[in-house]
């Protein structure tokens, strides 16, 4: 069992300076970062989950600041366009969560019904006058589109408001004591010695990496794609998307995600059909016009067997990477970060097992569900006719043919940690939108209830779609700068 009273984050991007601030704001500890103004930020753009929400609320930060300060939009959910035989949007709308025990049965009417659970094109009302009528005690969407750079400056402020030093420096050397905790981290301007370390160097892995028979646990059996190339475009004149889009493409997929002043993209695909050459005419042809690539890379989907070894744990890209689809990078570093703090204090060898064993759990989660969505019966390439061949994971597996005839339970997901990003509600809406459900048998589930429960589901629906009117229809650009200048105007 260790006692410690210094932290020492080093790496200063997203997953830093989340894991920096939330160790913070839970311990009285001496927390630094130390990070290099050489190292340029991953990312054109980043999306979040609607953990972040909970990540705004545990730090008691204003979402209208963050709005003002990320040139941040709002984010419903992601637009799935042509993954299936319609597009369908991945959006887990609170007033449709309500449940009974342990069926969702707003879901349930609208797929039992055949009706959308909350058509796209009524989205932008609903969200706009449901602000409107509740002022800032109301969240329009639980997540948000950011610029990646703009987030950073807003993460720093804070982490700097509840006191967290920043040393600018570029580690050149780790230093262990006789046990193989780190002791010590070496920078070209001066020595770190710290209690305990965060690795948050990405893809360098500066300080896990140093520990040996630490293997990678690749997702490439079940995940095809391994390859991005990542541009900016300008921003709409007419309107901002309240979603991120997915669009299928022949050898992988692409994403588009809106800011208040660029959209971010990129083409996720598999580089042993076509080259970055190739991905870029793919795109260009798709567009209509040309693009300019910012980053490419090549990743192998997975994570580290062990992210916390001794006194050094690993968030972010130093621990673990999949494919952006459900934007799964801010969402589980704000899940581990949540359970390191849980772990942390008097940590022993037990914790720190059990540790990486949620963590593990995370990350099978997050798996799975990215594998759900390529159950999609598309065959019109190599890329998807390998896809469609990929032997399914173990619990999607033994669960597929259960849930095909009712919908998915919490208990279902008893294995995976409470950390686990996805649960009932995600795999409900993206296996409707896939159509994997027997829709006679989720209609006679839905028959069997009572009449209370369907009248109940039924409330839930038109009070959702109807919300009173208090504001003409304007676009979510306009509703985004209005709530930029929302403190000046409305707040006294």
Known sequence: MRFFVKILVVGGGTAGLIAATIIKKRFGFSVDVVRSSNIGIVGVGEGST????????????????LIQKTDATYKVGIMFDGWGEKNYLHNVHDD???????????????????????????????????????????????????????????????????????????????????SENISMVVGKN????????VDATGFNRSLIGTFPN????????????????????????????????????????????????????GYIYNNK????????????????????VGKSFYFNPGYLEKTWINNCVAVGLSGSFVEPLEATSIGSTIQQSFLII?????YNQKEIDLYNSSFSSIMENIRDFIFLHYI??????????????IPYPKFIKK???????????????????????????????????????????????????????KDDAENSIQESMHLERVIDKISHKDFIGFIREYKKQVIK
């Open 50 to 65: 609607e953990h972040f929400r909970e990540y705004l609320e545990f730090m008691q930060l204003d979402p209208y600041e």
């Open 273 to 292: 059909y076509i080259n970055e050459e190739q991905a870029i005419l793919e795109v260009e042809s798709l567009l209509n016009k040309k693009i300019k």
């Open 96 to 178: 449709f969560s309500t449940s009974s025990g342990q069926y969702y049965h707003v879901y349930a009417s609208q797929i039992a019904n055949n009706t959308d659970h909350l058509h796209p094109r009524n989205l932008m009302e609903n969200v706009i006058n449901g602000w409107f009528l509740n002022k800032k005690d109301f969240y329009p969407a639980n997540q948000f589109h950011f610029d990646t750079e703009k987030l950073n400056s807003f993460l720093t402020s804070v982490a700097k408001v509840i006191g967290i030093e920043f040393y600018d420096d570029e580690i050149v050397e780790i230093i262990k004591d006789e």
């Open 190 to 197: 001066k020595e770190y010695a710290y209690d305990f370390y």
């Open 342 to 346: 849980h772990k942390l204090a008097n």
């Open 214 to 265: 630490n293997s990678w646990v690749s997702f490439e059996e079940h995940l095809k794609v391994n390859s991005a190339i990542t541009f900016q475009s300008e921003a709409s004149e007419e309107n901002i998307n309240l979603w991120t889009t997915a669009t299928a493409m022949d050898y992988g997929w692409m994403f588009s995600l809106p800011t208040w002043n660029h959209q971010g993209n």
């Open 399 to 453: 669960m597929l043919p259960i849930w095909e005839n009712r919908l998915p339970l919490e208990e279902d997901f008893s294995e995976f940690s409470r950390y686990k990003m996805f649960g009932p509600k995600n795999f409900i809406l993206v296996m409707n939108g896939l159509g994997l459900f027997n829709s006679n048998s989720i209609l006679n589930e839905f028959k069997s209830v009572s009449q209370e429960i």
């Open 376 to 389: 999609t019966g598309k065959k019109n390439t190599e890329f998807w006719q390998e896809v469609s061949e």
